[in-house]
C-alpha cells in the first residue's frame, strides 16, 4: 500500500511541476488497483490502521480530562468508556437544568457540536481519534458501526449524527475541533432511557432506542479489530 501511496505524492508533485504524465488511475493499475474509488478507500483503511493508534480505557468522570489529553498530545486513540449510571455529556444545546438538578446527574462539559447526550448504566461511550489528514470523518466510521451490527444480525442505518435501529437512535455522535486532529465521540445506548430523556430534553425528534443482541465487549471488540 505504501508504494501505491508514494506514487500517488509523485503523480501530484508531477502536475505540480507541469512534468507530462501517466493519468492516476493508470499509474494505481501497476499495484493493483482498477479504479480511483478501490484505491481511495484501501488507502483510508491502510492509514487508519497505521497512524499508531492505541486503545485506552477510563471512567465516565475522568471522559472530559481524557479526551481533553488526547486532544492537546495529538495521540491517535480509540478511547473506550463504560458506564454504570446516568449522567450527561453536555454539546452545545439546551436542557432542562432543573430536571437534572433535582435527580442529581452530573453533566460533563464537553464541547461538542451537538445536542446533549443523557447516559444510563450499562452504556457505552467510544471516541475516535486520528490525524486530520486522513480522509475519514464521521460518516465512514457509523458505518463501520453499522456493518459491525449486521455481523450480530441487526438492521441499522446511519441517520446523519445517528445511528438508527428499528428507526430509533442507538448512537448519538459528535466530532470535535481540532487543527491536527480529528475527534470523533459516539454514545451507544445499551440500557431504556425513554423516560429520562424525556424530561431532561423533551420531546425528542428521533426516539430514543437501545440495542440488544449484541453485548458491549463484543462492540468493542469489533472495533478494535478493524482500527488496532
Not at 115 to 134: E, K, Q
Not at 161 to 166: E, R, Y
Not at 190 to 216: H, M, N, W
Amino acid at each position: 500500500m505504501i508504494n501505491a501511496i508514494n506514487a500517488e505524492q509523485q503523480y501530484i508533485n508531477d502536475r505540480i511541476n507541469g512534468i507530462e504524465t501517466r493519468s492516476l488511475v493508470d499509474i494505481l493499475r501497476d499495484y493493483e488497483f482498477t479504479s480511483l474509488d478501490e484505491y481511495y478507500l484501501a488507502k483510508k483503511e491502510w492509514q487508519l490502521q497505521n497512524c499508531g493508534m492505541v486503545e485506552q480505557h477510563c471512567e465516565i468522570p475522568e471522559a472530559p480530562t481524557t479526551l481533553a489529553t488526547i486532544i492537546k498530545l495529538k495521540q491517535p486513540t480509540l478511547l473506550i468508556v463504560e458506564s454504570n449510571s446516568p449522567f450527561i455529556y453536555h454539546g452545545d444545546e439546551e436542557y432542562n437544568e432543573q430536571t437534572v438538578k433535582d435527580l442529581q446527574i452530573p453533566v460533563y462539559e464537553i464541547g461538542h457540536s451537538g445536542g446533549t447526550i443523557v447516559g444510563g448504566a450499562g452504556d457505552l461511550s467510544i471516541g475516535i481519534f486520528f490525524p486530520l489528514n486522513i480522509d475519514a470523518r464521521s460518516d465512514y466510521i457509523l458505518q463501520r458501526f453499522v456493518d459491525i451490527f449486521q455481523n450480530y444480525g441487526i438492521a441499522a442505518e446511519v441517520n446523519n449524527n445517528d445511528v438508527l435501529v428499528d428507526g430509533k437512535k442507538v448512537i448519538g455522535s459528535a466530532h470535535l475541533a481540532s487543527d491536527d486532529l480529528f475527534a470523533f465521540v459516539s454514545y451507544i445506548s445499551f440500557s431504556d432511557k425513554t423516560e429520562l430523556v424525556q424530561k431532561i430534553c423533551g420531546s425528542a425528534e428521533k426516539a430514543p432506542g437501545y440495542l440488544t443482541g449484541i453485548s458491549r465487549s463484543e462492540l468493542i471488540r469489533g472495533m478494535s479489530e478493524w482500527l488496532l
